[in-house]
């Protein structure tokens, strides 16, 4: 009898590693109220605009939400600078990625991925049958040199963070319009800007207007970090026409909720709250890097709300131990980082915290 068979690849996909939930450590250790800096969400909660929003569709949530988005995509293209008609609305960004890869990719295809990055790119393409090609990080920065040294005739997409997850590097537009240049016209590059508010740096400047210039560019955007609603779920995808075209032919019908809609719409035009958020992040960002100084450990200096602090060989008994202590970091050694933790940032209170229990321990 023919026995029932997943794909052939299924097996060699990674499973994803999320952060250590505050209900995990409450079961482990029984700590009440454990801090969370693992997965960069917004300390400050939702925008209080979102929560409106909430409070008042919560009656009609036994109607379908509009499968095309279009308020919420009309607040999107005036945050992020586009139209409507090159947004593509996401149950996260996560979906827009996995939009990209399988309205692109197909098996045998190779995806240039760096080495040191958002590990969901490997899954979705892998799920697709592709090849994963891992490019080296040069200084924790994504080398845009290595990538172009791997293009090969199997390459059907390149993705890169702009900024950079685990790393917080991010590439100036100079490198960026150099990358667009030297990725051929039929592979698609993917670059994801989902932490992209919290940049600082001058030299940073969004991808969104390439999509005009370079018919293979789609940029990602989610409303996660910076508007505080990854527990809702909204993201974007922005393109050229022909992209989208591709991106739409597969979008579910219903594939973001209707409390995602309002919520989402409602936070993009919060820019009370934005402004609250980077202040708060930016603040953390500085306290911590000061705090890091004066303990003698190093840190990758950061354009987003998360900051890589070396360690060194003791990092894993460090992120153990704080995590006993209710505080929740990430260990980097998934990402080839041993002696590193990454620490989002957090309210004034739980940075004082973190730096409290971590100068305790070490
Ligand atoms: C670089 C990057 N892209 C995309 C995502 C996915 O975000 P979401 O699916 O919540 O929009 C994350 C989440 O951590 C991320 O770090």
């Not at 960004?93 to 990719?105: G, K, L, N, P, V």
Request: charged share 20%.
């Amino acid at each position: 009898m023919k026995r029932l068979r997943p794909t052939s690849w299924i097996n060699n996909i990674p499973a994803y590693v999320p952060g250590t939930s505050k209900d995990t450590i409450m079961k482990r250790f029984g700590i009440s109220d454990p801090i969370k800096l693992a997965s960069n969400e917004n300390p400050l909660g939702p925008s209080p605009e979102a929560i409106k929003a909430i409070e008042s569709s919560k009656r009609i949530t036994h109607l379908y939400p509009d499968p095309d988005a279009l308020d919420l995509r009309k607040a999107a293209a005036a945050f992020f600078g586009c139209t409507p008609e090159h947004i593509i609305a996401g149950n996260g960004s996560d979906e827009i990625i996995d939009f990209a890869c399988r309205a692109f990719i197909e098996p045998g295809d190779e995806v240039i991925i760096p080495e040191t990055t958002f590990s969901y790119y490997r899954i979705a393409s892998l799920a697709c049958g592709a090849k994963a090609v891992m490019t080296d990080m040069k200084d924790h920065a994504i080398d845009i040199d290595d990538i172009e040294a791997h293009l090969s005739e199997k390459t059907k997409a390149v993705f890169i963070a702009n900024p950079n997850n685990p790393t917080g590097t991010c590439l100036d537009s100079k490198q960026i319009l150099l990358l667009a240049d030297r990725i051929p016209e039929h592979v698609l590059l993917v670059i994801d800007e989902a932490y992209a508010a919290f940049v600082r740096s001058q030299a940073f400047k969004s991808a969104v207007n390439l999509v005009h210039v370079h018919d293979n560019i789609v940029t990602i955007h989610t409303l996660s970090k910076s508007h505080g609603l990854a527990g809702l779920r909204v993201g974007f995808g922005i393109a050229g026409s022909s992209i989208m075209e591709s991106l739409y032919r597969i979008k579910p019908p219903f594939n973001v909720n209707l409390l995602a809609l309002k919520a989402g719409q409602a936070a993009l035009y919060d820019l009370d709250f934005l402004k609250q958020t980077l202040e708060t992040t930016w603040n953390g960002l500085d306290y911590l890097y000061a705090e890091a100084t004066r303990l003698g450990l190093q840190f990758v200096p950061s354009q987003t709300n998360f900051v890589l602090i070396n360690i060194g060989t003791g990092a894993e008994k460090v992120y153990e131990e704080l995590l006993k202590r209710g505080i929740i970091t990430r260990y980097m050694a998934s990402y080839g980082l041993d002696d590193y933790i990454r620490v989002s940032i957090g309210l004034p209170s739980e940075n004082q915290a973190f730096i409290k229990h971590l100068e305790e321990i070490l």
